[in-house]
Every structure is written in C-alpha cells, then in structure tokens.
Nanobody, 124 residues
C-alpha cells in the first residue's frame, strides 16, 4: 500500500499565493504521472477538475484556467509533487487533491493513489 499526504493550502486573498505539496510513502519503485485535481464546493467526486500534471520525464500540463499562474514540480528522490499557486482568484477556491500513478514492489501494473485533500479558500 501507498499513502499520499498533502500539506499546504489555507486562506489567501485575491492576488495572493499559496503552495501545496504531496508526499508518497510505501513500497514505491517509481512514480509515473503526478497530478493535482480540485473539487469545487458543491461538486461531486466525479466532477474533480484536473489542475496540473507532470510526467515522469518532467513535462508539465496545465488547465487553461491556471496556465501562467500555477507551477507544478516534482522531486523524485522525495516521492513528492508541489503546486505553486500565484495570482489567486476566488474561483480557485476548492479542495485540492494530489494523485499519483505508482509502481510498487511485487505489483505488475501502476496503481492510482489519491491524497486526502487540502482546502484552498481565496477571498475577494
């Protein structure tokens, strides 16, 4: 089993900045894509929106709504992914979840794991 623990988030004003991080632990051999999703208030789990992702080769991809404001990065030696959020807007308010595609010892295929979620609130 693998556990993902998120940290960061909280309250920011419009135009402010926040940072999120997520670290995986367990029987990890390697991690493929690392991602951040968000679930806006009132939305269901299947309505989570992809915010940003980064491949094992370090190639990032961003949702159009955050491009130029958010930066995703990864540290493979720490099994972690971070999201730097700048120029925050009220519509960025949501619970943010990290997701990782993890290759584990003795498991033939990559498994998907989610963090517990961390709340981001941006006041206007």
């Amino acid at each position: 089993q693998v556990q993902l623990v998120e940290s960061g988030g909280g309250l920011a004003q419009t135009g402010g900045s926040l940072s999120l991080s997520c670290t995986a632990s367990g029987r990890i051999v390697a991690i493929d894509t690392m991602s951040w999703y968000r679930q806006a208030p009132g939305n269901q789990r299947d309505q989570r929106e992809l915010v940003a992702e980064i491949t094992s080769s370090g190639r990032p991809n961003y949702a159009g709504s955050v491009k130029g404001r958010f930066t995703i990065s990864r540290e493979d030696d720490k099994n972690s992914v971070s999201l730097e959020m700048n120029s925050l807007k009220p519509e960025d308010s949501a619970v943010y979840y990290c997701k990782m595609e993890v290759r584990e010892r003795l498991v033939p295929l990559p498994q998907t794991y989610w963090g517990q979620g961390t709340r981001v609130t941006v006041s206007s």
